[in-house]
C-alpha cells in the first residue's frame, strides 16, 4: 500500500461546479504538499500544510492531522483547472532529509466547459 | 525572473549509451532534487542534493548519476546501466526544510 493515496484518479466536471480532491496518508508527516501539474510536464506548488485550511483565490486546502487526510477543493471550476493535482507528503523523524518528499499518483481533473 | 531551467525539454537515447540531464536554478537555494515520473504513478526520488559538493541517493538511484559542483547546477546522468529510461524527469529546488519545492518544466527522455 502506497504511504500517499488519493481519489479519486480522474474527475470530470462541468464548469463552475465544486470540486473536492482527497487525500489519505499512513504516515506522520511534518507538512502536507499539493501541487499541480500541467498538461506540458510543469509543476507549480499550491499550498503547503501544517494544520487548519489554506485559501488563495479559488482554491481551498485542509489538512486533519488526526485523521491523516488533507482535501483540495476548486469552487466556481473553469476549464483552465484542467490539469493533476498531487499531494505529497514531508515525512517526519527521517533526520535532516531537507524536503524529501513522498507523493501520491495524482488526480487528473477535466473540467469542461 | 528566478526559478529552474530544464534542459533540454525532449531527448532521445540510444542503447547504451550515457545522456545528461541539465539543471540549472538562480532561485539561491541550498537543496536540489531529481525525480522521475511514470504514467500512473507517483514522482519517485532519484538523487537530492542539501548542499554544494553533497547528495544523497534517493529511492531509485540505481542506473543514475549526479554531481553538485556548483550550487546552481545538479545534472544528471542517465548511464547505460538503468535499463528502463523511457519517463519524465523533474527536477526541483527548495530552501531548508519544510519549503516548497520550486519545479523545472522537466525533461521527457525516450530510447531509440
Known amino acids: 500500500k502506497n504511504e500517499v493515496e488519493q481519489s479519486p484518479q480522474n474527475l470530470t466536471a462541468q464548469e463552475g461546479e465544486f470540486i473536492t480532491i482527497n487525500c489519505s496518508y499512513s504516515?506522520?508527516?511534518?507538512?502536507l504538499h499539493w501541487l499541480q501539474q500541467h498538461p506540458g510536464g510543469g509543476i507549480v506548488s499550491l499550498f503547503m500544510?501544517?494544520?487548519g485550511k489554506k485559501k488563495h483565490g479559488r482554491l481551498i486546502a485542509t489538512i486533519n492531522i488526526q485523521e491523516k487526510h488533507s482535501s483540495l477543493h476548486i469552487t466556481a471550476s473553469h476549464p483552465r483547472d484542467s490539469a493533476v493535482y498531487i499531494c505529497?507528503?514531508?515525512?517526519?523523524?527521517?533526520?535532516?532529509?531537507?524536503?524529501?518528499?513522498?507523493f501520491g499518483q495524482g488526480t487528473i481533473l477535466t473540467v469542461h466547459p | 525572473d528566478g526559478g529552474i531551467t530544464q534542459s533540454p525539454k525532449y531527448l532521445f537515447r540510444k542503447e547504451g549509451q550515457n545522456v545528461t540531464l541539465s539543471c540549472e536554478q538562480n532561485?539561491?537555494?541550498?537543496?536540489m532534487y531529481w525525480y522521475r515520473q511514470d504514467p500512473g504513478q507517483g514522482l519517485r526520488l532519484i538523487y537530492y542534493?542539501?548542499?554544494?559538493?553533497?547528495?544523497q541517493k534517493g529511492d531509485i538511484a540505481e542506473g543514475y548519476s549526479v554531481s553538485r559542483e556548483k550550487k546552481e547546477s545538479f545534472p544528471l546522468t542517465v548511464t547505460s546501466a538503468q535499463k528502463n529510461p523511457t519517463a519524465f524527469y523533474l527536477c526541483?529546488?527548495?530552501?531548508?526544510?519544510?519549503?516548497?519545492?520550486?519545479f523545472g518544466d522537466g525533461t521527457r527522455l525516450s530510447i531509440l
Open positions: 500544510l501544517s494544520s
Open positions: 542534493s542539501q548542499i554544494v559538493n553533497d547528495f
Open positions: 532561485l539561491n537555494h541550498d537543496a
Open positions: 505529497a507528503v514531508k515525512p517526519s523523524g527521517r533526520g535532516t532529509s531537507y524536503g524529501k518528499l513522498t
Open positions: 526541483a529546488s527548495s530552501m531548508q526544510g519544510n519549503q516548497p519545492q520550486h
Open positions: 504516515v506522520g508527516i511534518s507538512a
